[in-house]
């Protein structure tokens, strides 16, 4: 189980690397939740999030919207993701965690630490492997991601 | 070996980060010592330490220090941990290791590369799985923890 | 496979980090290929390489250069590896990548993001294990390594 998660964290951050969105939404199942919140705010309750798509529509929808808006891509992803963890509940569900960091560098080269936190994952088994039910991913960085922000 | 070494160190950073120090302090055996060395120091076989505790008392001791101290947590930690390795030597002992980043964010969310170095640990097979014996921090950072210093 | 491409990569950052270029050198095959390239330059397809061995002699050589080049180690190196994949071709080569992050640290113990980007290596089955084939850095940071910068 450790494994197909692990393999799952890969595929996530590298295809996001690799600016293969289309293929990253195909990691989602269709009553899927993908949810970026500030560790501020889940640590006081706050119901805010920075980003939410609560089923795969919304993830095509905005994976779209970066493919007409960004005619050019201006900046390479790099996410270095830390040791996985996975844990089977006792109705079959998975649930995976791993902090990551997520560097970005524009055209001239410059890379800096674009965000820190942590991915909080719950998944099922499909046809061809994991799938991902929900997506948290807990930010420490504060940073806003607009409309039109790539996901984390 | 080198799942159970991953798993270790997977909890240390997930533990640090969750501000979870009583349940972090568990992974380690009572006669145990942690010590944070710069990797200068250690180069030039320089006794000097930059945090030393050779017992879980002192631990202990510092947990409890951190918790009466701070009343509020002032930064969030992320460590994001590297690939780990993992030998068993002949008196059954385990030598595991990996590098790490440690990034710290302030409650305006700004995050910053606090320290990066390598763990080198030494641990044994308890009743729930592996104890740390010996946690060996070699910090490539010049950060001089002070007493008050959460862990890294 | 992925146990034994993990371990690699693990043996490959930890050897670099220690200064250990002599047995990281004894990664490689005879017959092989190490290439630094931006990933600006392989978006576009242009043939410039920021470094370029192409068989074990020429990384021979500059390994022996650095010996007698930088008398004194004036960085540290830490190399923070992430998730690593791993795929077996028909042909039984295997094709291993991960997403890298290297942090330098100077002697006044100030540490900086140095480099981001991928690894993408070929390797074999040798007697003690596997051996590169060809290694691919692909840095998304614009670093210009001179002649006698050390591999990344």
């Known amino acids: 189980m450790i494994v197909d998660a692990y393999g799952l964290f890969e595929t996530y951050g590298r295809l996001l690397d690799e600016d293969r969105l289309e293929e990253w939404l195909e990691l989602f199942c269709e009553a899927c939740r993908y949810e970026i919140v500030s560790r501020e705010n889940r640590c006081q309750n706050l119901p805010l999030s920075l980003m939410l798509c609560d089923n795969k529509d919304m993830l095509r929808d905005r ?21 996985v963890r996975a844990d089977v509940g006792e109705d079959g569900r998975i649930s995976a965690g791993a902090a990551y960091s997520l560097f970005q560098s524009n055209q001239d080269g410059e890379s800096r630490l674009f965000s820190v936190g942590r991915y909080s994952f719950g998944l099922r088994r499909g046809e061809d492997g994991l799938l991902i ?20």
């Open 133 to 152: 039910e929900s997506a948290l991913v807990v930010v420490d960085t504060g940073t806003i991601p607009t409309l039109l922000a790539t996901p984390i």
């Open 63 to 83: 994976v779209h919207s970066l493919r007409h808006a960004n005619i050019f891509n201006i900046h390479f992803d790099c996410h270095v993701i830390g040791l």
